[in-house]
């Protein structure tokens, strides 16, 4: 989609709907921000566009996405520069009256020799002002190169790596989150992570991304079916807690991306909402998050309809439970304070 913002938006435009329960506070733990990348140029103004659109987004968290890296100093440290990127829009979104962002989930090479995450980890905290949580080092790999989405690793198995068990490891023991993203086919990877890392809090992104293209297209149901009886297994491992959202992307396989028109809040509820009761359902309320993935997911609907969606879905929990789909959770996980 090679589009500007402006014809972007013109495109999502084309579905406005009125917003459901407009007052409820909602963090929404998961969205990027870049200048440059396959996508149109996401700064603070965009995320603003977004979050202030009807509903009562208060706080945000960020994901690292590979942007605006330093361009010289030692190799391993250039990551940092991600960090400082997003400090200085966080620094002017405090007292706008607009959404904030609230904390920032960086990178650093887990593989690395514990020395070197330690040293990118101070890095990251001395540049956030703060707000520094977490790593996310991806494990998302496509043996066949089929899915046109692209990689997060060129390591097959990175997650049964040893040595990148023994960095997920040290960010538990550091006190920090490990975030991921990777593909259905790899959550058996995942779950012996998960149980190799007992003591991290590790979140999975995306559900796990279930697959809908490549030599998947066509298959949804029956991925469907594999990919319910992965998250069963993930569920028992109590450190994880899980992302849900993220199922807008093309390699999802639903093609909203490619109409004339994006999706509406009832769409995306009729084609996914066996997801997101299924992963509630074997988490539960408290280890599972709402998250916008935008503006990746803004690639198939709007920020407005998307969290729509999302009120339709809970609409039969308690309040409480909707408290900690739309807020709780992500600010107990990321320690987001009132």
């Known amino acids: 989609m090679a589009w500007s913002s402006e014809q972007q938006q013109a495109w999502l435009d084309q579905i406005i709907e009125d917003i459901l329960d407009p007052d409820r506070p909602i963090v929404d733990p998961h969205h990027h921000m870049w200048r440059e990348s396959g996508l149109p140029t996401y700064l603070l103004d965009d995320l603003w566009g977004d979050t202030g659109a009807g509903h009562n987004i208060v706080k945000t968290v960020f994901m690292e996405c590979g942007a605006e890296y330093r361009n010289d100093g030692p190799e391993h440290l250039r990551v940092v520069g991600e960090t400082e990127f997003v400090a200085d829009a966080a620094i002017a979104s405090r007292d706008s009256g607009k959404a904030v962002i609230s904390g920032i989930v960086a990178h650093t090479d887990l593989m690395a020799d514990s020395g070197v995450i330690d040293e990118v980890l101070a890095a990251h905290v001395e540049a956030s002002d703060g707000l520094f949580r977490g790593i996310r080092h991806g494990g998302a790999h496509d043996p066949y190169k089929a ?51 007992p003591d991290t809090v590790m979140v999975l992104d995306h559900f796990g991304s279930p697959v809908g293209i490549g030599p998947y297209e066509g298959r949804i149901p029956e991925v469907f079916l594999t990919w319910k009886e992965d998250i069963a297994a993930i569920a028992h491992c109590e450190n994880v807690v899980v992302k849900i959202g993220g ?92």
């Open 247 to 338: 199922l807008a992307m093309p390699v999802n396989g639903f093609d909203w991306h490619r109409r004339d028109t994006p999706a509406s809040s009832d769409e995306l509820v009729e084609a996914q909402r066996a997801y997101y009761l299924h992963t509630i359902d074997c988490f539960g309320p408290d280890r599972c998050m709402f998250e916008s993935n935008f503006p990746v997911d803004k690639m198939s609907v709007s920020y407005a309809v998307y969290w729509n969606a999302m009120k339709k879905i809970s609409a039969e929990f308690s309040e409480s439970d909707k408290d900690l789909l739309f807020r709780g959770t992500a600010s107990r996980v990321y320690g987001l304070t009132d």
């Open 147 to 197: 899915l046109r989405w692209g990689d997060a690793t060129d390591i097959p198995d990175l997650y049964l790596q040893p040595a990148f068990q023994d960095g997920v490891r040290q960010l538990g023991n550091r006190g920090y989150t490990y975030d991921t993203w990777h593909y259905h086919f790899q959550n058996q990877d995942y779950l012996s992570l998960a149980q190799a890392a």
